[in-house]
């Protein structure tokens, strides 16, 4: 079955500087790869997604890179605050929808002042 | 819009019972999917239904088990619980298309 890979386990970086999270995946069928941010006690939420059909997107702070070829894709941070200190997981599906996600194990993201 | 609703929020149980936990979508979802997370396997998926079959199914025991009713609530069974059962059980609904999928709070089962 489908593999996720996800690295920095834990990242540190200070307010304003820029975090990015990288993930690998085994199945090159895999085409939809969202993101979400879990805050301590809170549910996942959706942050950004994109396609196999994309290789960039990007909403204000937050871009998602996917190579197709490497099977990886990558979430970036940029301007960093306070409150995007989170755990980051990356998730991959084969069936084009958010139905039977495979999960990263996650990273968790502290920003300090 | 109400969010995805899951009940009970927290239970206790003593190993070798049996426990069910519900989910109710977003009005207009058809789709649940079931994610157990702890700490030392993260979130993995357990199942999925959409208009009332089982479209998906993860790599979990028989003990677990999934329904859906009519208006698309989900309900989620685990028997003969184990220590290891002891985890957060999310939800998370959908429209089933290429839309994405919006989790509940989640149900913290504890297992004794």
């Known amino acids: 079955g489908e593999n996720v890979e996800q690295h920095p386990s834990t990242l540190s970086v200070q307010e304003g500087d820029s975090a990015v999270i990288k993930c690998t995946y085994s199945?090159?069928?895999?085409?939809?790869f969202p993101w979400y941010k879990q805050e301590l006690g809170k549910r996942p939420q959706l942050i950004i997604d994109?396609?196999?059909?994309?290789g960039e997107k990007k909403d204000q702070r937050i871009a998602v890179t996917l190579n197709k070829t490497a099977k990886h894709f990558s979430l970036h941070i940029t301007e960093t605050q306070p409150e995007d200190s989170a755990v980051y997981f990356c998730?991959?599906?084969?069936?084009?929808?958010?139905?039977?996600?495979?999960f990263g194990t996650g990273t968790r993201l502290q920003v300090t002042l | 819009k109400a969010g995805v609703t899951q009940t009970p929020r927290y239970l206790i149980k003593t190993r070798g019972q049996q426990v069910t936990l519900s989910c109710s979508p977003i009005?207009?979802?058809?789709?649940v999917s079931w994610y157990q997370q702890t700490p030392g396997q993260g979130l993995q998926f357990l199942f999925e239904?959409?208009?009332?079959?089982?479209?998906n199914k993860g790599n979990f025991p028989g003990r677990f088990s999934g329904r859906q009713f009519s208006n698309s609530r989900s309900e989620m069974n685990v028997s003969t619980l184990e220590l290891g059962d002891s985890a957060l059980y999310l939800c998370?609904?959908?429209?089933?298309?290429?839309?994405?999928?919006?989790f509940g709070q989640g149900t913290r089962l504890t297992v004794v």
């Open positions: 239904y959409f208009s009332e079959t089982q479209r």
């Open positions: 998730a991959a599906s084969k069936s084009g929808t958010a139905s039977k996600l495979t």
């Open positions: 199945d090159s069928a895999s085409n939809y």
């Open positions: 994109i396609r196999s059909n994309v």
């Open positions: 998370a609904s959908s429209t089933g298309a290429y839309t994405e999928a919006f």
């Open positions: 009005s207009g979802h058809r789709s």
